[in-house]
């Protein structure tokens, strides 16, 4: 990877993989997600999905009716392994599905070249991620890991890698 490069984990988080959101295509990412963040050159962030007690009054709620993410539950937790990873690392916690402070904290730091996604679900929060990093770092490399990443159904997540790959973000 070149040097400012960054890698963004989304949402790997209990509730996504195996808890009230989880599937099994989730669980078989698990391995290679992180595999990819031990191997990574440059600097690992790792995104939280964060609602509060209140999820269900929420826009988003009323519309996904199903209570996921309560910060500090164990649903709310990244998944074990990445949740040691993540020690030391910056993590950012997002109460939507994209969250312009990831592409703030990365402008923070330097303009980037490179910006890998890896993560969950694929055609809600890593393609909402991917688009505000475009627009954000129109001349970085944007790069989504589709063989790290899953969406809420398998078709689904190949829709969300068609979108992104027609928006120029580069599909691996």
């Not at 989304?10 to 078989?28: H, P, R, T, W, Y």
């Not at 490399?141 to 078709?155: L, R």
Request: proline share 3%.
């Amino acid at each position: 990877m070149k040097r400012n490069s960054f890698l963004v984990v989304v949402d790997m988080q209990n509730d996504f993989i195996d808890g009230a959101l989880g599937s099994k295509e989730a669980v078989a990412i698990v391995d290679r997600v992180i595999r990819t963040v031990k191997e990574f050159e440059g600097e690992v962030i790792f995104t939280r999905d964060t609602h509060g007690e209140n999820y269900l009054q929420t826009r988003e709620g009323r519309l996904l009716p199903v209570e996921h993410c309560i910060e500090n539950s164990d649903g709310w937790q990244l998944q074990p392994a990445l949740k040691e990873l993540a020690e030391g690392r910056t993590v950012i916690d997002k109460p939507s599905f994209g969250s312009m402070a990831l592409a703030q904290y990365i402008k923070s730091r330097c303009v980037p070249d490179t910006i890998v996604l890896i993560g969950l679900c694929t055609d809600i929060c890593v393609i909402n991620n991917a688009m505000i990093l475009k627009a954000a770092f129109p001349e970085a490399e944007i790069f989504v890991d589709s063989k790290a990443c899953a969406g809420t159904t398998p078709e689904n997540h190949e829709n969300a890698l068609k979108a992104m790959k027609q928006c120029q973000i580069l599909i691996l």
